[in-house]
C-alpha cells in the first residue's frame, strides 16, 4: 500500500496546475483556438474587454474608489486590533503597581502608553481627587472622543458603499444612450458593433460599482461591531482599574511608632554656699 504523501500530489504540480487554469481563464481564445482549429471565430478576453468597456471616466473613478477602500480597511485593521487597545502585560503590571501604591509611577506608565486603555486611564486618572465619578465620566469621555474618531473613518465605507451603484446606474444610462443614439442616427438596420458598444459599456460599469459597493458594505457592518467590541473592553477594564486606584489611595497609610519620652532629669539639692 503506497504512503499517503506519495497519493498526494506535488507541490510542483498544484502550482503548474493552478497557473493553466489561470491561463485559460486569462486567455480562453487561445484554448477555444486549439480545440476549434483555424475556423473557430475568436473571442476577445473578457477581462481586456471589461476593462475596454468600462471607458476613461468611470474607470478611474471606481479605481480609485477601490483604492480608497483598501486604504480604509487597512487602517482600520492596523488601529484596531487588541494590543492597540489593549497592550499584553498592561493590566496587570498597572495593578501591581497600584497595590505597591506608587501612584505617580502608575500615572507615569498610563500616559507614556499611546494605546486607548492608557489614553483612556491618564484622562480619569487627572480627576481622582475629585472623585471617582468624576474621574469615570471624564475617562468615558476620553474613550468616546477616541470611539467618534474611528467611526469618522468607518463612515467613509459606507459612503463608498453607496457611491459605486451611484456610479454604475449613471454608467448605465450613459451606455443606454449612446445604444439609443446609434439607433435614432441609423436609416436602415443599425450597426450591431455600435450598438453592442453602448450596452456593454452600461453593463460593465453597473457590475464594476456593484463590485465596489460589496466589500463596503461588509467591511462597514464588521468594522462597526469591531468598535463596539473594542470599546466596551476598554470602557470595563479602565473603571475597574481606576476603581482600585480611587481604594487604594484612601486607604490610611502605616501609623509611624510613638518616640519613648524623653526621661525626666533627676533633682539635685541645692548647696548651699561656703561661708
Not at 144 to 158: C, F, G, H, L, M
Not at 160 to 183: D, K, Q
Request: glycine share 6%; hydrophobic share 50%.
Amino acid at each position: 500500500m503506497p504512503s499517503l504523501p506519495r497519493l498526494l500530489p506535488s507541490g510542483r504540480f498544484v502550482v503548474l496546475a493552478a497557473l493553466a487554469v489561470l491561463a485559460v481563464a486569462v486567455f480562453p481564445e487561445v484554448a477555444s483556438a486549439q480545440e476549434g482549429g483555424d475556423a473557430a471565430p475568436r473571442k476577445q478576453n473578457i477581462i481586456i474587454h471589461m476593462i475596454q468597456s468600462v471607458g476613461w471616466v468611470f474607470g478611474p473613478l471606481l479605481l480609485s474608489l477601490s483604492i480608497i477602500l483598501v486604504a480604509l480597511c487597512v487602517l482600520l485593521i492596523l488601529d484596531l486590533r487588541m494590543q492597540n487597545a489593549i497592550p499584553p502585560g498592561f493590566v496587570d503590571e498597572f495593578t501591581d503597581t497600584v497595590n505597591k501604591r506608587k501612584f505617580k509611577e502608575a500615572f507615569d506608565m498610563a500616559r507614556n502608553d499611546p494605546s486607548f486603555l492608557g489614553r483612556v486611564l491618564t484622562a480619569g486618572m487627572g480627576r481622582l481627587q475629585y472623585g471617582i465619578e468624576d474621574a469615570r465620566e471624564t475617562a468615558m469621555n476620553a474613550l468616546e472622543a477616541i470611539k467618534s474618531d474611528k467611526d469618522q473613518k468607518n463612515n467613509y465605507t459606507a459612503v463608498i458603499a453607496s457611491l459605486g451603484p451611484m456610479l454604475g446606474l449613471v454608467g448605465t444610462v450613459y451606455g443606454m444612450i449612446e445604444s439609443f443614439m446609434v439607433l435614432g442616427s441609423s436609416t436602415s438596420t443599425p450597426n450591431a458593433s455600435a450598438l453592442a458598444e453602448g450596452i456593454s459599456h452600461a453593463l460593465v460599469v453597473t457590475l464594476f460599482g456593484i463590485g465596489v459597493s460589496v466589500p463596503a458594505i461588509f467591511f462597514n457592518a464588521f468594522f462597526k461591531n469591531r468598535i463596539t467590541k473594542v470599546t466596551m473592553d476598554v470602557a470595563h477594564i479602565a473603571e475597574d482599574l481606576l476603581t482600585q486606584m480611587y481604594h487604594n489611595s484612601k486607604k490610611a497609610g502605616p501609623v509611624p511608632a510613638a518616640a519613648p519620652p524623653a526621661a525626666a532629669p533627676a533633682a539635685t539639692t541645692p548647696v548651699p554656699p561656703r561661708q
